[in-house]
């Protein structure tokens, strides 16, 4: 069946993109050949907005063994062991069918991280809703929830970190960002790049169906108003399936059978096979007829665009197929050699004894389009003049609880605890810190790893916004006593075909380069996820930053929980009183203008790396990153982490008590010092010109804030812990 332009827009190309097509391949495509142009040429295959803003990225450093361009990213965490890496969105799945939506975006992260010889230690996530009063955010909460835990729970790979927000723009678009991290020995990582002519294509895991067809073409669009016939687009996944896929493939890795290996993720055998032929600048051949269904009569086009899940496809070494078969038979799962390796650099499809399909590989790849979109630049906000009579009138305890109850601050226990988080033995600081933190098994080593993002600091400003969300995740990681080596991106945007949404993506990604280059903290993977958005009304940008460091000796990480009445408590870095964009100004004043807490990245590295030399000497109790709500919302969590009181007394400052408790200036700390440490801690802070504020004593009971005000930890605890759990009755 030929096409032609109306097909080809239903397919979400554009009139121009077809006519490329056909003038790259000299003729009109059948319906199949279009349907795999539709799904490699789509923004979330492509990039073909983002890639041209993505390469200034800095993406090498000294750990970095592999960055941007495979599966996942890896870096060399010492004595031969290497961590790989990377988080992926799962947006319009999760709004449309959030429990499989959810699932399948960790199944599908796993994936990218076995597939390169790693075994899956960690899950993170970042996750997003609308406010809490919209009629659908409550079973979008509860759907997503269930989704990943019952996903990573059945694999057994502990979920030990994440975040979750609510904001009105994702009412319409909610956000599900996966991250997963793996183990694995240096020399035995696998690789996508095909190699070698006339080897074995293996197709290897579950049945192929018609679940996801036009997923990753579906991910590349904005909702309607007919979003719910969307569903079939929507993967399932089987989490039991995917943990025999997990065995079988490492029990083949650890011998030398495996020429190359790829998840079929988005777009399905279409990409997984192009993706390794342009990767090894070869062909592959590929018999239809071969590749194992579990519904009758599907067409070439059906079985090409498939998402269906727990699947790979991999380049054997030539004689190795009875050895791999004998292993994927052993856990129960569908081997089919279905293909070869050619030197034609086309991708060939034959069905029924014919050829269905041909296309020049690097049609595919190397010639999809790539657009410079016009972009509007941000302009700094002018900061807001906020009435210091109207602060001073404040009662700072009403303030403090309705900061500590409200839905972004809240603990978020009701989440955390439907994931296990200790499967594995490994896990050593569990959900609710800074990091999450597993120990490398069998050794003194750990891995630190946290999830951010700052969808309002972007917003007002996504520069400043993209360089904060970066710095953050820096600050989690050297609050738990952590090295940070490098980060993965999920660039979570509005339609790239508007100027503004566009800005904010260019913006924010200059941002997040900006900060990576000069923390020499590498960008190693990633994923963009534009068209959030429904009708015209798109999300705020959203960028989620996934950091990852290293704690040489576990012994010596750090927890935020005050521990020990008598110990002081610092505050690191200087607060200048920046309330503008603050979660204060938003809950408490009703002020959503304003530019948001200015990133001094000289401050950023100095701070953190004096801390990091501190915590190494052992003068560091407990430490606690201050960033949404300010200090005394993070000294607040370090008391009932603790259930430890402090007495607080502010310095003498220009600005009054409102201002210094709840301002968010970045680059600060909450450090806990024993009284004998004191004095060396102040000389190593001097020493290296960082600023610090002795700001209380830890006692027994209550906040008691300035001598005047009193707050009892079982107080605290309730403000904090009430509103979700209430929220999900």
């Known amino acids: 069946m030929l096409v032609n332009e109306k097909i080809a827009i239903e397919h979400g190309l554009k009139s121009d993109e077809y006519k490329k097509i056909c003038k790259l391949l000299k003729r009109i495509p059948n319906f199949t050949e279009l349907g795999i142009f539709s799904a490699m040429w789509n923004e979330h295959c492509s990039y073909k907005s983002s890639r041209i803003h993505l390469k200034k990225l800095p993406t090498k450093g000294k750990n970095v063994i592999q960055g941007p361009g495979e599966n996942a ?20 799945p999760s709004f449309i069918e959030p429990y499989q939506g959810a699932a399948t975006g960790v199944g599908g992260i796993m994936r990218d991280v076995f597939t390169m010889g790693a075994r899956p230690i960690a899950n993170l996530n970042s996750i997003h809703f609308g406010s809490p009063q919209h009629k659908k955010t409550k079973n979008l909460l509860r759907g997503v929830v269930h989704g990943i835990g019952g996903y990573g729970n059945c694999m057994g790979v502990p979920t030990v970190g994440g975040q979750t927000s609510f904001d009105s723009s994702y009412n319409g678009n909610i956000l599900v960002n996966a991250m997963t991290l793996g183990l694995v020995k240096k020399n035995k990582i696998f690789y996508s790049k095909a190699a070698g002519l006339n080897k074995p294509v293996i197709y290897v895991g579950s049945k192929t169906g018609r679940d996801g067809i036009h997923g990753a073409s579906m991910a590349s669009a904005s909702f309607d108003d007919k979003i719910e016939e969307k569903k079939p687009t929507v993967q399932v996944g089987d989490p039991f399936t995917e943990k025999l896929l997990l065995e079988a493939c490492l029990e083949l890795m650890a011998g030398d059978s495996i020429i190359a290996i790829q998840d079929m993720g988005a777009a399905g055998l279409t990409s997984s096979s192009i993706e390794m032929a342009s990767k090894g600048n070869l062909g592959i ?64 499809l034959f069905f029924d004894k014919k050829q269905v399909a041909k296309i020049p590989v690097n049609t595919l790849v190397e010639n999809s389009p790539m657009y410079d979109r016009k972009w509007k630049k941000s302009k700094l906000p002018k900061k807001i003049k906020f009435e210091k009579s109207k602060l001073k009138n404040l009662k700072i305890l009403q303030v403090l609880k309705k900061v500590l109850s409200s839905p972004n601050i809240c603990n978020k226990e009701w989440i955390w605890r439907q994931y296990d988080h200790t499967v594995m033995g490994d896990t050593i600081q569990k959900p609710g810190g800074d990091s999450g933190v597993v120990r490398i098994h069998g050794t003194d080593k750990a891995v630190a790893a946290t999830v951010d993002s700052s969808a309002t600091y972007c917003w007002a400003h996504p520069l400043t916004g993209g360089k904060q969300v970066v710095c953050e995740t820096w600050r989690n990681l050297i609050s738990v006593g952590a090295k940070p080596i490098a980060i993965t991106n999920c660039l979570n945007f509005g339609s790239p075909e508007k100027e503004e949404n566009m800005g904010e993506f260019v913006e924010c990604v200059q941002g997040i380069g900006e900060a990576c280059k000069y923390l020499e903290y590498p960008v190693v993977s990633g994923n963009v996820s534009f068209y959030n958005q429904t009708k015209e009304i798109g999300i705020k940008p959203t960028p989620a930053i996934g950091g990852v460091g290293l704690i040489k000796n576990y012994k010596k990480m750090i927890t935020m929980n005050f521990k020990e009445a008598g110990n002081q408590v610092l505050v690191i870095g200087k607060t200048e009183g920046h309330i503008d964009q603050s979660l204060f100004a938003r809950l408490v004043l009703d002020e959503k203008n304003g530019p948001p807490p200015e990133v001094n990245l000289f401050n950023e590295k100095n701070n953190g790396e004096t801390l990091l030399n501190l915590i190494e000497k052992n003068y560091i109790k407990s430490a606690h990153d201050v960033s949404l709500g300010g200090i005394i919302t993070a000294i607040s969590k370090m008391c009932i982490k603790g259930n430890k009181g402090i007495e607080l007394t502010i310095p003498k400052f220009l600005i009054n008590e409102i201002e210094y408790f709840f301002a968010e200036d970045q680059g600060r700390y909450l450090i806990e010092v024993s009284k004998e440490d004191l004095k060396n801690v102040i000389k190593i802070l001097d020493k290296n010109s960082v600023h610090y504020d002795l700001i209380g004593k830890i006692i027994d009971n209550d906040m008691i804030i300035n001598q005047k005000t009193k707050v009892t930890i079982d107080e605290l605890k309730s403000y904090n812990t009430n509103w979700l759990k209430e929220y999900m009755v």
């Open 73 to 92: 990213g890896i870096i060399d965490v010492d004595d031969g062991d290497a961590i790989v890496f990377k988080i992926e969105s799962h947006n319009h």
């Open 285 to 348: 051949e590929i018999d239809l007829n071969k590749v194992p269904c579990r519904e009758t009569k599907m067409t070439p086009y059906e079985i090409m665009l498939s998402e269906s899940q727990e699947r790979m496809l991999i380049v054997l070494e030539n004689g190795k197929e009875e050895l791999a078969k004998k292993i994927f038979d052993k856990w129960n799962l569908d081997f089919a050699v279905i293909g070869k390796t050619t030197n034609t650099k086309n991708i060939e």
